[in-house]
């Protein structure tokens, strides 16, 4: 058990097409004091209820109760040293960007682009998998079940999520630059947990991404500082084994936000033009950064002025 983790992962998808994988690896030690203070933290939010203790952490069913309760998850997560993984998937810049490859194709019977699901599963495994062998470590990942209770095994969501994360390890699906020797030496199992199951990673694993999602999309309506919460997890991303202050590479091994960041170039604008074009977006790129060097920038950005 010295060096065995487990990663606990989510999904969440907000209302304007923000798809996310997401959640965080510990210590495999970690397991029993995560439980102990999740329970501790059910027994605040849910304290005027008999069976509070085996509430359900989900955030649409406290949020309005106990919205402190966000951060107080994150917390737990720093304590027991864990590290956030999560990929984002931006559906609509997808599709923009690859139309009706996502469909079948009448003559091949396949489409021609992968689930965006998977592609989302393949760089968290990825990731992982690099966070394991940085640390000479191996792991297991839990995964909260897709089923719902009348589908039957074959062919359920469930299914067809183990089926792809065993392509990614025995094939490298997906994955751009671990090999398989590295992925099969270090993830040792994979396994899906119904939510009555009460896997307090889990319900970590759940807010992590459903928070992520929101933030991404700014949806999240209620009386919560979705922007302090999302700077709380993202400072808990994976940077890569690299000291942060030095190099920051959590947007790549963290938190991955895909499609990379893409704009189209107006269909007037030709040779030169395109090329002036560019040059003048990159001019307004390095003003921003500019602008961010400054301890205000985060007011200026918030009021757009930047």
């Known amino acids: 058990m010295e060096n065995e983790y487990t990663l606990y992962l989510d999904e969440s998808k907000s209302v304007d097409n923000i798809f996310v994988i997401g959640g965080f690896a510990c210590h495999i030690e970690k397991e029993k004091e995560i439980e102990r203070r999740l329970t501790e933290l059910k027994k605040i939010v849910w304290k005027d209820v008999k069976d509070k203790e085996s509430r359900v952490f989900h955030a649409t069913d406290y949020i309005k109760r106990y919205p402190e309760a966000f951060i107080d998850l994150i917390k737990i997560v720093r304590e027991v040293d864990g590290v956030v993984f999560a990929t984002v998937i931006k559906l609509d810049e997808l599709h923009e960007l690859f139309g009706t490859a996502f469909t ?147 947007h790549f091994y963290g938190i991955r936000i895909l499609p990379e960041m893409f704009r189209t170039i107006p269909m007037e604008r030709k040779g030169s033009e395109q090329i002036k074009y560019y040059n003048q977006m990159i001019s307004q790129l390095e003003k921003q950064l500019e602008v961010l060097k400054d301890p205000k920038s985060k007011n200026n950005l918030m009021q757009g002025k930047v």
């Open 104 to 250: 079948k194709n009448e003559k091949t019977d396949f489409a021609f682009i992968d689930n965006p699901f998977n592609i989302a599963l393949e760089k968290v495994i990825e990731n992982y998998t690099h966070y394991l062998f940085y640390r000479n470590g191996f792991g297991k990942t839990i995964y909260e079940a897709r089923n719902t209770e009348d589908q039957k095994w074959n062919m359920s969501p469930d299914f067809l999520l183990k089926k792809d994360y065993l392509r990614i390890i025995a094939n490298s699906k997906g994955v751009g630059y671990i090999n398989d020797e590295a992925l099969q030496l270090c993830n040792t199992n994979f396994s899906v947990k119904k939510k009555k199951e009460d896997v307090a990673g889990l319900q970590i694993a759940d807010n992590i991404a459903y928070i992520i999602a929101r933030s991404m999309s700014h949806s999240l309506k209620e009386n919560v500082n979705i922007e302090k919460i999302f700077d709380e997890i993202f400072d808990l991303a994976y940077n890569g084994n690299f000291d942060k202050k030095k190099k920051d590479l959590r």
